[in-house]
């Protein structure tokens, strides 16, 4: 603590922020109070925020986060049970444990809180694996090839997918058969990788710099394969499709309307500066507007095109006085909650997957 300068740290660290939040304090009163009380202090200790998660949340979500190194985790832990700390390993240990433990105990949980955990966890992994390859060399091959493996599992249940794709989830389903070349080459290749490694568990053939270079090729490979997969099941989440069902029927005076869902990015797609209506409930109008004005009770800002986000209510209402058609887009399972408002079926001009486009008049 007396070599981290933190007198000194904390006031040049005041000294540049500092300017900053007061600027944003005199325009927005009550600014400050908000950000330091309700967002730390009231994001921790209470659930008003709706991201609650039960304590062991983080364990998983670490698990997945450090995947594919999940594995070598016992062997890390195995090290330090059996060695006795100094200083390095001491801090280390700390800037893994502490924020795992801390935001373990928040009442307001989302996976990014531990993101700082996953550098000092590879460290401690690292060092435990370097430890192991000095005092026997086919240890690490072994530990090693467990990461191949489960890299190749994940494989072969995304090659199999290709093959039956009730087994994959539904947003990547039909792109994965579509690719299926690609997952096919690229499992041969990560089980040749496994079988190198495997065969060498037993001696010590290769030097430190080339395992680093054969893990080191695997696991990019890996990121690889994990980029393709998340570009497939990119278009799922895309408002592209509807933007280009709906952008035919547009005129000046056609309001577009989301009815209890939202896609991100339509308005970017139809090129247009007119607000949508996002139509949906009060909890969820809370993730819109943001925390500043749902939890601390500012009054809904208003965009100079008119509000635009609208409850239940408020769009039957507009449904009844408003002379403007129209374009609704719906999830086919909120299709009976939208009759039941308007009182009954708009004309439907198109379905994109789960999505309807409906039209008044």
């Known amino acids: ?72 985790l016992p062997f890390m832990a195995g090290r330090y049970r059996k060695n006795t700390f100094d200083d390095k390993t001491i801090f ?105 490694l495997m065969a060498q568990s037993r001696q010590r053939l290769l030097g430190m710099g080339q395992l680093y270079l054969f893990h080191s090729v695997s696991v990019l490979l890996f990121l690889i394969f994990v980029t393709h997969i998340v570009v497939l099941a990119a278009p799922e989440r895309s408002a592209l499709p509807l933007a280009k069902l709906i952008v035919s029927r547009l005129t000046p005076a056609t309001q577009v309307v989301f009815f209890d869902t939202y896609q991100a990015g339509m308005a970017f797609y139809l090129r247009t500066e007119k607000p949508i209506w996002v139509v949906t409930h009060d909890n969820k109008k809370r993730t819109f507007l943001g925390n500043y004005y749902a939890i601390a009770g500012h009054p809904e800002p208003t965009p100079p095109g008119g509000k635009a986000l609208l409850d239940f209510e408020e769009f039957q209402s507009r449904w009844e006085t408003t002379k403007q058609p129209l374009l609704i887009i719906v999830k086919t399972k909120n299709l009976p909650h939208l009759k039941q408002r308007v009182g009954k079926s708009p004309k439907q001009i198109g379905a994109i997957d789960e999505y309807l486009v409906l039209m008044k008049p």
């Open 1 to 72: 603590m007396r070599r981290i300068y933190l007198i000194p740290g904390v006031i040049l660290f005041l000294v540049v922020v500092l300017p900053w939040y007061l600027t944003v304090d005199a325009f927005n009163p009550d600014y400050l109070r908000y950000y330091f009380w309700d967002e730390h202090f009231g994001r921790f200790i209470s659930t008003e925020f709706n991201r609650s998660e039960p304590w062991y949340y983080f364990i998983w979500v670490g698990m997945v986060g450090f995947f594919p190194w999940t594995l070598l």
């Open 92 to 196: 280390i240990t700390l800037w893994c444990v502490l924020p795992f433990l801390f935001f373990s105990a928040s009442d307001s949980k989302l996976p990014h809180y531990i993101l700082p955990v996953l550098p000092a966890l590879s460290i401690l992994t690292a060092v435990a694996l370097t430890d192991r390859y000095v005092t026997n060399g086919s240890r690490v091959n072994f530990a090693l090839s467990l990461v191949a493996l489960a890299q190749g599992l994940t494989t072969l249940y995304v090659v199999l997918g290709s093959v039956w794709p009730a087994i994959l989830a539904p947003a990547i389903r039909t792109s994965v058969a579509d690719n299926a070349h690609f997952f096919w080459g690229y499992s041969a290749v990560i089980i040749a990788f496994v079988f190198f």
